[in-house]
């Protein structure tokens, strides 16, 4: 599922309007879908790519190893950190990125209190967030499944973690709370891309925080394949004669400024 990542970080790298050649930090980097993109042409960017999650920063530094060239590789810093207290010096990097790894943090604020620290005085800030739910093609047909074969499936009292920064004034908001000038929160469409569905749904059901949280806790294993079957069902239905199926999701980009 890293494809999609991949286009959500590009249209990131984008926005941010950095020259080549920045220092440029990557909060929550996973797999790497940013750092991995930033280290190469065009961007040439010296990148530091912090988790918490260890068994995350062993696969990155694998596909590192694997994809990048040694001038790349040597752009490339991984270290394993919590986002809300990162172990970096105030004021040294051009621009900060996190690409839906924020919106999972226990403490939003303080984990965007800490970018700001970091980044030098007018440097940017750059963090996704899933947008409506309604306009994510995946979580939809999902919830829709879900449902159906789990009617009394509860609402959740909060919004859940992935969603957490989908309203635009609350994203903008937070931004300032902690600190941000020039908040602009931007819309981005991308698109899943689907070659089996019956694989991907089992990618969705580890890959996705909320959807692995909900399996868990409120269905059975066979409530849990028969999910499974209507996603895919409804998906070959849908899709009828299409080899690749692509289902669409916004993300929202919230990007901001340190004062000078
Ligand atoms: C959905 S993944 C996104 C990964 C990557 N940024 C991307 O766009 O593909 C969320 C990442 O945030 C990391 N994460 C969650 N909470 C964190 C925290 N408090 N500090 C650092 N990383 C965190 C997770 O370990 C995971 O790698």
Same mark, same amino acid.
């Given at each position: 599922?890293? *494809?999609?990542?991949?286009? &959500?970080?590009?249209?990131?790298?984008?926005?941010?309007?950095?020259?080549? #050649?920045?220092?440029?930090?990557?909060?929550?980097?996973? +797999?790497?879908? +940013?750092?991995?993109?930033?280290?190469?042409?065009?961007?040439?960017?010296?990148?530091?790519?912090?988790?918490?999650?260890?068994?995350?920063?062993?696969?990155?530094?694998?596909? *590192?190893?694997?994809?990048?060239?040694?001038?790349?590789?040597?752009?490339?810093?991984?270290?394993?950190?919590?986002?809300?207290?990162?172990?970096?010096?105030?004021?040294?990097?051009?621009?900060?990125?996190?690409?839906?790894?924020?919106?999972?943090? =226990?403490?939003? $604020?303080?984990?965007?209190?800490?970018?700001?620290?970091?980044?030098? =005085?007018?440097?940017?800030?750059?963090?996704?967030?899933?947008?409506?739910?309604?306009?994510?093609?995946? $979580?939809?047909?999902? /919830?829709?499944?879900?449902?159906?074969?789990?009617?009394?499936?509860? #609402?959740?009292?909060?919004?859940?973690?992935?969603?957490?920064?989908?309203?635009?004034?609350?994203?903008?908001?937070?931004?300032?709370?902690?600190?941000?000038?020039?908040?602009?929160?931007? =819309?981005?469409?991308? /698109?899943?891309?689907?070659?089996?569905?019956?694989?991907?749904?089992?990618?969705?059901? &580890?890959?996705?925080?909320?959807?692995?949280?909900?399996?868990?806790? &409120?269905? /059975?294993?066979?409530?849990?394949?028969?999910?499974?079957?209507?996603?895919?069902?409804?998906? #070959?239905?849908?899709?009828?004669?299409?080899?690749?199926?692509?289902?669409?999701?916004?993300?929202?980009?919230? $990007?901001?400024?340190?004062?000078?």
């Amino acid at each position: 599922m890293d *494809a999609e990542y991949q286009a &959500y970080a590009r249209q990131a790298l984008a926005l941010a309007k950095l020259p080549p #050649r920045a220092k440029i930090l990557d909060v929550g980097a996973g +797999l790497g879908a +940013l750092s991995l993109q930033a280290v190469q042409p065009p961007h040439h960017h010296q990148v530091w790519a912090v988790d918490y999650a260890e068994g995350m920063l062993k696969q990155l530094e694998a596909r *590192a190893d694997e994809e990048l060239s040694g001038e790349q590789r040597k752009r490339l810093h991984v270290a394993q950190m919590d986002g809300q207290d990162l172990q970096l010096d105030i004021n040294s990097f051009d621009a900060a990125f996190a690409m839906f790894s924020l919106i999972f943090f =226990p403490d939003r $604020i303080q984990g965007l209190r800490e970018m700001h620290r970091v980044i030098k =005085p007018n440097g940017v800030a750059v963090v996704t967030s899933w947008g409506n739910p309604k306009k994510h093609g995946v $979580i939809r047909r999902n /919830n829709q499944a879900l449902v159906a074969v789990n009617p009394n499936i509860p #609402r959740p009292a909060t919004v859940p973690p992935a969603f957490s920064l989908s309203d635009p004034a609350v994203f903008e908001s937070e931004m300032k709370a902690s600190g941000f000038v020039d908040v602009e929160i931007v =819309p981005v469409v991308e /698109n899943f891309v689907i070659d089996d569905p019956g694989q991907f749904w089992d990618h969705m059901r &580890y890959g996705f925080p909320g959807v692995n949280h909900l399996l868990n806790n &409120y269905y /059975n294993e066979q409530q849990v394949q028969q999910v499974r079957s209507l996603f895919v069902s409804k998906l #070959r239905s849908e899709f009828a004669g299409q080899d690749r199926i692509f289902l669409s999701a916004e993300a929202l980009v919230g $990007i901001g400024r340190k004062r000078s």
